[in-house]
């Protein structure tokens, strides 16, 4: 059971992000629950009612990604050979040795066909957005991914 509640955070619909964040993380009010007894810095005790705030507490901002799954794919089919599907997602230095070599004379075209479809590759800053029933879903690309592609690549 937890002993204090925080609010959910203002979401400003334009960004998705919490509405004041400041640099990396956003302050949201915690209420202790009633009749918990702290400690304050100079010593004394104090005992909330439950309506108060008593702290403070620090969330993430999210850097919401604007690339969309869906015009991934559809570069990745059609201009993967250009490298078009890796500049798109962040990656340059793959995306101009995909263009030096049109695609790895289309193995790499078809390979990252592939990772990007099965949501294996995602962009380079760590998110990636998907839709799901109707709703923009954030969520960080994990050492799951990662265990794929090594696992995919070492077939």
């Known amino acids: 059971m937890s002993k204090y509640l925080c609010n959910s955070p203002k979401i400003n619909e334009a960004t998705q992000e919490p509405e004041n964040c400041t640099g990396l993380v956003a302050l949201v009010e915690c209420r202790p629950a009633p009749n918990v007894t702290c400690l304050r810095s100079n010593g004394t005790k104090y005992k909330f009612s439950g309506e108060e705030v008593g702290f403070n507490k620090n969330i993430p901002c999210r850097n919401v990604s604007t690339y969309s799954y869906k015009v991934a794919v559809a570069l990745s089919l059609f201009l993967g050979w250009l490298g078009a599907d ?70």
């Open 86 to 155: 890796r500049f798109y997602l962040g990656y340059p230095a793959l995306g101009l040795l995909k263009f030096c070599t049109v695609g790895f004379c289309g193995i790499g075209s078809l390979v990252d066909f592939i990772l990007i479809s099965m949501q294996i590759v995602g962009p380079s800053d760590g998110y990636h957005r998907d839709e799901v029933e109707g709703e923009h879903r954030t969520e960080e690309l994990t050492s799951r991914a990662v265990i794929k592609i090594y696992s995919f690549s070492s077939l």
